[in-house]
């Protein structure tokens, strides 16, 4: 199942590469956070947990990637000054929780639990902060062809459905409870491929939204 649930980045990868030309910066950084983080990061973590038996560090890497680009996404997609200044000091508290995990708790070759919580909690805000600007703009548009909604949804799905495996993951290991443990990573595997599925959809209607664009810019002057 993790397997499958990796090679579901290919999804929005192509996607995104095809459509290319139609994106924002906001949605491009989406195709650099799949192509790195998704990718690249993640091939290199199986890897080295076949090869060496440890990928801790490609954990780590993926966290911050993951982070840093789905965060600019947000920052580029939202328009206040105000709530763009909110996320990028939710940005920094991360990375201050992510540096402290690794230079005085645990270290690079241990699990990133406490980054990961961060991780969580910041993208969550993220999204709810896009949440509430559609709901302040209340724009005349159907929310299944905004993008950046579609990758909302998809990151609430998952980040807030894999937050109590974040933080229960190392309480089960001390605890030797690996049942328990593979039952939530089931459940986490599940939760990425629906946010793979969203990713895909979002980058997908970047075209058709083009197209809409332009079809309304056509009427208007006709």
Not at 42 to 65: C, D, G, K, P, Q
Not at 97 to 110: C, M, N, P, S
């Amino acid at each position: 199942m993790n397997i499958i649930s990796l090679l579901t980045y290919l999804l929005p990868l192509v996607v995104g590469l095809r459509h290319w030309r139609y994106l924002t910066r906001a949605h491009k950084k989406l195709v650099w956070y799949v192509l790195i983080a998704g990718c690249l990061l993640n091939t290199l973590s199986e890897i080295s947990r076949v090869v060496w038996h440890n990928n801790h560090i490609f954990l780590y890497l993926n966290t911050w990637v993951e982070t840093l680009l789905l965060s600019w996404a947000f920052y580029l997609s939202l328009r206040s000054a105000t709530v763009k200044k909110l996320l990028f000091w939710g940005l920094v508290g991360f990375m201050i929780v992510a540096l402290v995990q690794v230079v005085y708790f645990r270290g690079l070759y241990a699990s990133n639990t406490y980054a990961r919580i961060a991780q969580s909690i910041l993208l969550i805000g993220a999204a709810l902060l896009y949440f509430e600007q559609i709901l302040q703009e209340l724009r005349s548009i159907q929310l299944e062809h905004d993008p950046m909604f579609l990758v909302s949804v998809g990151v609430m799905l998952y980040f807030a459905g894999c937050l109590m495996v974040f933080i229960l993951e190392d309480s089960m290991y001390a605890q030797k409870q690996i049942t328990q443990v593979w039952m939530m990573y089931s459940i986490q595997f599940v939760l990425l491929i629906v946010f793979n599925a969203t990713l895909t959809l979002a980058l997908y209607r970047t075209r058709e939204n083009v197209k809409r664009v332009t079809g309304n810019e056509l009427g208007r002057f006709s």
